[in-house]
């Protein structure tokens, strides 16, 4: 079993940073893919980015590449999402998930634990 949590959202200009954390519990979150999806009002969630166990291979959703860079401290049970040049399309509740494989995967129903959610809005 592995919780996560989030944290590291609030309200932002445009154009502004930030950086979304999710901690993670588990002694073996080293052998798990990490995703970042989001859910905007009204909108079916979708995939943000995802890395693989070893933080060595990464993938993004066309809307955020360049932008917004996902890493992870294995070290730490930490994986996070920096957000930069920020839109007030990004606006949305921000989720972290887990799955117990090795690989990149981008399709919501794979992934095995969520955590709760962080509501990130940009202001324009």
């Known amino acids: 079993q592995v919780q996560l949590v989030e944290s590291g959202g609030g309200l932002v200009q445009a154009g502004g940073s930030l950086r979304l954390s999710c901690a993670a519990s588990?002694?073996?979150?080293?052998?798990?893919?990490m995703g970042w999806f989001r859910q905007a009002p009204g909108k079916e969630r979708e995939f943000v980015a995802a890395?693989?166990?070893?933080?060595?291979?990464?993938y993004y959703a066309d809307s955020v590449e360049g932008r917004f860079t996902i890493s992870r401290d294995n070290a730490k049970n930490t994986v996070y999402l920096q957000m930069n040049s920020l839109k007030p399309e990004d606006t949305a509740v921000y989720y972290c998930?887990?799955?117990?494989?090795?690989?990149?995967?981008?399709?919501?129903?794979?992934?095995?634990?969520w955590g709760q959610g962080t509501q990130v809005t940009v202001s324009s």
């Open positions: 588990g002694r073996t979150f080293s052998s798990y893919a």
């Open positions: 890395i693989a166990p070893s933080g060595t291979r990464t």
């Open positions: 998930a887990a799955v117990g494989r090795p690989g990149i995967f981008i399709i919501e129903k794979t992934y095995e634990y």
